[in-house]
């Protein structure tokens, strides 16, 4: 298993099994767990995709359509506009501002 602990991404990110490690930050690509000051955070799946396509590319800023295109590419509904929905509950139950709104353009995760 790879293990990243790092503020910035690094290549070994791409490898399906990582885990990522930011300060009281533990995502667990593999077994789709995410732990937040030692606390596990129940996601659902969606909620995770989301999580993890942000936490591997922190600071980037992903559109809300570029996000959605990679939580559901098989999608046959035209709709996008959940992601706003998904981020808040997010933010909720991570009870953190690791995603922030880049007004105009969509999302990035900024990591603690």
Known sequence: MALIEST?????????SAL???KGL???IMCRQVFWQEKSIELTPM????????????????????IYEFV???????????????VYKLR?????????TVYGKGY????P
């Open 8 to 16: 910035e991404l690094v290549k070994y990110a791409d490898v399906p």
């Open 20 to 22: 990522l490690c930011y």
């Open 26 to 28: 533990r995502i667990d």
């Open 47 to 66: 909620e995770f995709d989301v999580f993890q396509l942000l936490a591997r590319h922190p600071r980037r800023v992903f559109s809300q359509r570029e």
């Open 72 to 86: 559901a590419p098989d999608s046959f509904e035209s709709s996008w506009t959940g992601i706003t929905s998904i």
């Open 92 to 100: 909720h139950k991570l009870n953190a501002d690791f995603i922030q």
């Open 108 to 111: 990035r995760f900024v990591p």
